[in-house]
């Protein structure tokens, strides 16, 4: 007998104890992140070919205090090796943790490498060779702390491979992990099952497996035990006949019915190619379908519904989730009546929106990530209830919002319609609890999330953004995956112009005339400013016969309706050369080219120290503060508005005109200074505040700058 460590994820000690329990095993121990037990070479041999839980089963040969690496050479020296296995063999070390003097496993790993071919060498027998990628024997160590582990891996590759499947979905799962899935799911093996959303197949292939008592291991070719000095071939081949003759046996008496459905035709192919490897292809019905509107199947009577539906890495990468997780969950209620199912999702927040009471939930981790699994019994109802149900309105989302956000597109969308906008706000933080901004783009949203106040519980955040996804689609009737969700926070230097994603989605709006590119996925702003269309419109009806001169440009939209109405010529100056080539598109895109249209990479500031050209109309519109690193200095639009009307004065035209512009809340212009430099302001902002901006007057500031007229008489 030996003492083994059967290795599993963490959430599922017990699950395996169980589970080596009915293998014969009478000692478990669960301990973290496994089982230990003691075993003879049959029931080893057992376990590793029918374990469906454990991702390997590692002969434990010495447990040690370790607190450097001379016990760990010493401990590790102190195991005659020779017993074990031939110097033939090749081995690899398989080292797991660090400690405060062990600080890298590969040192870990290669202090008992020494410590093994030292064994060999002592004795004068060969020393056995390292192979890295198809070993004979690994060897396993554990370091916690300053307690090691070291043992003898029984497997070799983890046990998640049982050779069904060389290739998989977009989000696999592993075989072992699937497998407690379907164990905790409540499924019996007599009820039929069914995956809506299947993907390669994996669930149901390991059910169906279970039903048909097929060993998991037994497609392997290769397992370490066999190059052990006291494996026993001829055990190992009655104990593998044995579960070949169960399994054989299995698929032919299971009369229970698998569905598997898949609305990506390609994947589903691989499902059956999976399916027909693991031998059990003709218990399993695969067919495309759409999970939102999946009906149920004739044979599918008091059944189990299991599934793992896609999930993202971060809530709101795809805000069609949330519309897939709801439609679903109300397709589960009005099809599958009387039925069980079980969930398993990365997002407790998307589970929200099944909107139905689990009667038990787990947790466990999907590698790193940790995961949520639920089930659920779904009422039974009466043909009238459903029928009621189906006429019924659809219940409101978050009513407060929904009444707030459904009471502003009426308004403003009346108003972008009559005045020619293709992008306008729709909902700007109205209520607190609510914090978002949601824009209109044609048929696009964008909802845009302040960061919540730290007093907010991280989950509560989550589940509100949650509803307010759910409650937008509502209301405006978007497509889901035409909804793109952001998170705007005080952005340091140059963040603003870092990408977020690779889309390059670009598309061309109407605004008073102009078209202009907007691109809604690749940076956290979308290319156009909307609260400044009003502003855009005034320049573009002044601009006729003007010298035009854009400053902070951004993607050049002032310079678009400058040069549309009419300006005799115009400079764009801006320090990203990704906004400028922006500018330039827009610009081509109204048919404005020309050497009249000239574009400045630059710093606007330094720019503007040494600019000796004249112009009759200028538009700045500078951040509220910026330490960029490609400036030389820091900007504070309060503290330095004055020295930048200094310079503006110098370069702008008798005559001219300064359009002023700043999103700093509470700015206050400084009346005296500007008067002592020659110049007079005067405050346009609520004449350029839109009515989608109303909301929230503190952000706009708009003010004209023009000189001072001279008295009569003096020179």
């Not at 063999?89 to 660090?98: E, L, P, R």
């Not at 410590?115 to 002592?122: E, L, R, Y």
């Not at 497998?179 to 039929?192: H, M, N, Q, Y």
Request: charged fraction near 25%; charge should be positive.
């Amino acid at each position: 007998m030996n003492q083994y460590l059967a290795v599993t994820s963490n959430g599922l000690e017990n699950l395996l104890a169980e589970e080596l329990t009915q293998l014969g095993i009478t000692n478990v121990k669960p301990v973290q992140a496994g089982v230990k037990f003691t075993a003879s070479n049959e029931q080893i041999y057992r376990c590793c070919l029918w374990s469906r839980l454990a991702s390997r089963f590692v002969r434990v040969v010495a447990e040690f205090a370790c607190q450097n690496d001379m016990d760990l050479y010493l401990s590790a020296s102190a195991i005659n090796w020779v017993n074990h296995f031939h110097s033939s063999k090749q081995f690899v070390v398989d080292f797991n943790g660090t400690n405060r003097e062990i600080r890298n496993s590969q040192y870990g790993a290669m202090k008992v490498k020494d410590a093994v071919v030292d064994c060999f060498t002592k004795k004068n027998l060969p020393r056995p060779s390292i192979n890295k990628e198809q070993p004979d024997v690994r060897i396993h160590v554990r370091l916690h702390k300053d307690k090691a582990l070291l043992g003898i891996d029984m497997v070799g590759a983890g046990l998640h491979i049982r050779g069904y499947r060389p290739e998989s979905g977009r989000a696999p799962l592993r075989e072992t992990l699937a497998a407690a899935i379907v164990l905790r799911s409540g499924w019996e093996s007599t009820k039929p099952l069914l995956d809506p959303m299947c993907g390669s197949g994996t669930l149901l292939i390991e059910a169906a497996m279970m039903a048909a008592n097929i060993a998991p291991g037994l497609k392997r070719a290769k397992w370490c035990f066999e190059a052990l000095e006291d494996f026993q071939p001829d055990l190992w081949a009655e104990v593998k006949a044995e579960a070949t003759v169960q399994a054989r046996k299995g698929v032919k008496k299971t009369d229970v019915r698998f569905f598997g459905f898949d609305n990506d035709s390609r994947v589903l192919q691989m499902a059956k190619d999976n399916a027909r490897r693991a031998g059990v292809e003709s218990l399993i019905q695969f067919d495309v379908g759409d999970a939102a509107k999946l009906t149920r199947p004739t044979e599918f009577t008091q059944g189990v519904i299991i599934c793992n539906p896609p999930y993202g890495e971060r809530l709101g990468t795809h805000p069609g989730l949330i519309a897939l997780y709801t439609a679903f969950g109300a397709q589960l209620k009005t099809e599958f009546g009387g039925c069980q199912a079980s969930i398993f999702s990365g997002s407790d927040e998307l589970l929200s929106c099944l909107r139905m009471r689990a009667e038990k939930q787990f947790k466990l981790n999907n590698g790193a990530l940790p995961c949520h699994q639920k089930n659920y019994l779904i009422a039974e109802r009466e043909q009238a209830q459903l029928e009621g149900m189906q006429q019924a309105p659809t219940q409101q989302i978050a009513p407060d919002f929904s009444n707030r956000l459904k009471k502003n597109l009426v308004k403003i969308a009346k108003w972008a319609k009559r005045e020619g906008l293709d992008c306008y706000r729709i909902y700007d933080a109205d209520l607190p609890e609510y914090n978002v901004a949601i824009d209109v783009y044609v048929d696009q949203l964008v909802i845009q999330e302040y960061a919540p106040p730290k007093t907010i519980p991280e989950e509560t955040a989550k589940r509100r953004l949650t509803d307010i996804i759910r409650a937008a689609i509502q209301v405006t009737g978007v497509d889901a995956n035409k909804v793109v969700l952001k998170v705007r926070e005080r952005q340091k230097g140059s963040a603003q112009y870092q990408k977020m994603a690779q889309q390059s989605q670009t598309f061309a709006v109407n605004e008073y005339g102009a078209k202009l590119l907007v691109n809604l996925h690749d940076y956290l702003d979308t290319g156009l400013f909307l609260d400044h269309k009003l502003t855009r419109r005034r320049l573009g009806q002044m601009a006729k016969g003007c010298d035009f001169l854009n400053l902070f440009a951004y993607t050049g939209s002032a310079t678009v309706h400058a040069a549309c109405g009419g300006a005799k010529s115009t400079t764009t100056v801006d320090m990203s050369n990704t906004y400028l080539e922006w500018a330039k598109e827009n610009m081509k895109l109204n048919g404005q080219v020309g050497r009249q249209h000239q574009f400045e990479q630059a710093d606007c500031l330094k720019w503007l120290d040494n600019a000796n050209g004249q112009y009759d109309l200028i538009f700045i519109d500078p951040p509220t503060f910026s330490n960029s690193k490609r400036m030389e200095q820091s900007f504070d639009v309060q503290r330095d508005h004055i020295l930048l009307m200094k310079n503006l004065k110098r370069i702008l035209r008798p005559g001219g005109t300064v359009v002023f512009s700043n999103n700093k809340r509470h700015f206050k212009m400084d009346m005296d200074s500007l008067q002592e430099l020659g110049l007079l302001a005067q405050n346009i902002s609520a004449q350029t505040l839109p009515m989608d901006f109303e909301r929230n007057k503190q952000i706009h500031n708009c003010w004209l700058i023009t000189h001072q007229p001279q008295q009569p008489g003096l020179v």
